[in-house]
């Protein structure tokens, strides 16, 4: 096992520790939470950087990191709707869209696709980060972050459409392409059974 993906391993092992954290009332553990949040945000940027650097990008980890990333947030979001502190409609959204992408990720699998993490999915990734970390400060000591806490909600829902009507787009593109293909060369397949016949006849005269 490799740096990059123990960081992302760890990055999931983070996820129970800021649930317990965030719906854990007294002290200082909002910002014990923030800091462990932000502790996974990084490894989610060290992992991807570290495998292009050291050459390690794999396959399994192609696959793993985006898994890694949704858990923390649908688990973070989650949790943020259970303190009341987010609309429940718009954590539908954002987790419905991170199960749709994750279900087109395993079709896309399936048939030997890849699709790798588009650039407006990495900026749905920042916003969100950004957007709970405001968000859990506004909650409990920061009242003044609300408004900010709520445009960063919706940048994020945003962001979200927006990428998986990408994520899918490029899948169907890609099958699109391959059927095309299989439709190609099949009919290269029939002319050259038709002109076979042809060329013996001419060798025959």
Known sequence: MNLPISLTLLRIFFIPI???LLITKG????????GVFLLAAVTDLLDGYLARIRGQITT???????IA?????????????????????MVVIIVGR????????????????VLKPSELGKTKMVFQVVAITV????????????????????MVVVFAVASAVQ???????QLDERVKGR?????????ADEKEPEEKDVAAH
């Open 69 to 89: 990333d949704k858990l923390l947030v649908m688990a973070a979001f989650t949790s943020l709707t259970e303190l009341h502190l987010v609309p429940a409609w």
């Open 60 to 66: 399994l980890g192609i696959l793993l990191d985006p």
């Open 183 to 191: 439709t190609t060369r099949r009919l290269s397949v029939v002319e």
């Open 98 to 113: 991170e199960f749709a992408v994750s279900g087109l990720r395993s079709i896309a699998s399936a048939e030997g696709y």
């Open 135 to 154: 968000i859990i400060l506004e909650g409990r000591r920061f009242r003044g972050l609300h408004p900010l806490g709520e445009v960063l909600l919706w």
């Open 18 to 20: 800021v649930v317990v």
């Open 167 to 173: 994520y899918f787009w490029n899948f169907w593109k």
């Open 27 to 34: 002290g200082n553990m909002d910002l014990w939470a923030v």
